[in-house]
């Protein structure tokens, strides 16, 4: 959301969204993970400190699923409990084909997955578009199969099919395999350059997708994981505003709306 900014001056704005963690993004679509390593871990960690938020997450789709040991260790010793990532393995498979390319992927994981439960984090993969885990008979597959806690469904309305009733049951099917939310939609995409108010029309609230059914079925679950506004600006790096104080306004325009859908009030922003 907020792109390559200095963790400076994003780092004072977390507490104004109601947030108390932090997902923190690599190179290309933001460049956190570098500023750490520049900075030092002793130096980021007094940051979070000193502004009293905590590292909740380190998202690293650049290394994979099967890439994730040491940037675990390095999740773990600045106090963080998550690490999410796509997918790997064929695309396309229907049926029985996708069943076992699932199958095959969970196992792959164990190593890794072991090495989350003695850390004690977890895995969250994303159903990203053009993945193995992207379909909703997928997503259940995978919930079916992964029998460990430390491995689950970051879940992302955007690779969705637009439809509330479907994500809704999705959601009531994944039930604890679901590990984290994008409160994020389609809207008009994000990968050709928009105007800024057809690129915004992702964010909760601004596009047509209702949120009430979705919320109201991560409170049926009683879901108690964390809930992420999110959005991809074009192109990949820059805020989804020019200032911080912009950004932090249009995430909590997105919040208050997630707070009507929990009345079952769905009135745009």
């Known amino acids: 959301m907020y792109g390559k900014m200095p963790l400076s001056e994003i780092l004072p704005e977390v507490r104004k969204t109601g947030s108390r963690h932090i997902d923190i993004w690599p190179e290309h679509h933001a460049n956190q993970r570098e500023q750490i390593e520049a900075m030092g871990h002793e130096r980021f960690a007094a940051m979070l400190r000193r502004h009293q938020i905590e590292l909740g997450i380190i998202t690293r789709f650049d290394l994979g699923p099967f890439g994730l040991q040491d940037e675990m260790q390095v999740l773990k010793k600045l106090g963080g409990s998550m690490v999410i990532c796509g997918a790997r393995g064929p695309k396309n498979l229907k049926g029985q084909a996708l069943k076992t390319a699932v199958r095959g992927f969970v196992e792959k994981m164990k190593p ?3 090495a989350a439960e003695r850390l004690g984090v977890t895995i969250g993969i994303e159903n990203h578009a053009n993945s193995l885990i992207d379909s909703p008979d997928s997503i259940r597959w995978f919930a079916e199969l992964s029998s460990s806690r430390s491995l689950g469904i970051a879940l992302a309305p955007y690779h969705l099919p637009q439809n509330p009733g479907l994500i809704a049951e999705l959601i009531a099917d994944l039930e604890d395999r679901l590990v984290h939310f994008y409160a994020w939609q389609h809207g008009m995409g994000c990968h050709q350059k928009l105007p800024k108010h057809q690129e915004l029309m992702q964010l909760p609230g601004r596009g047509d997708l209702d949120f009430v059914p979705i919320v109201g079925a991560l409170k049926k679950i009683d879901y108690a994981g964390w809930t992420e506004v999110f959005m991809h600006p074009v192109p990949r790096g820059i805020p989804i505003m ?17 707070d009507k859908c929990l009345s079952g009030d769905s009135e745009l922003v």
Request: aromatic residues 4%; charged residues 20%; glycine residues 4%.
């Open 112 to 114: 890794r997955v072991g």
């Open 242 to 258: 020019p200032t911080v104080e912009e950004v932090t306004a249009h995430i909590n325009l997105a919040r208050h709306y997630l």
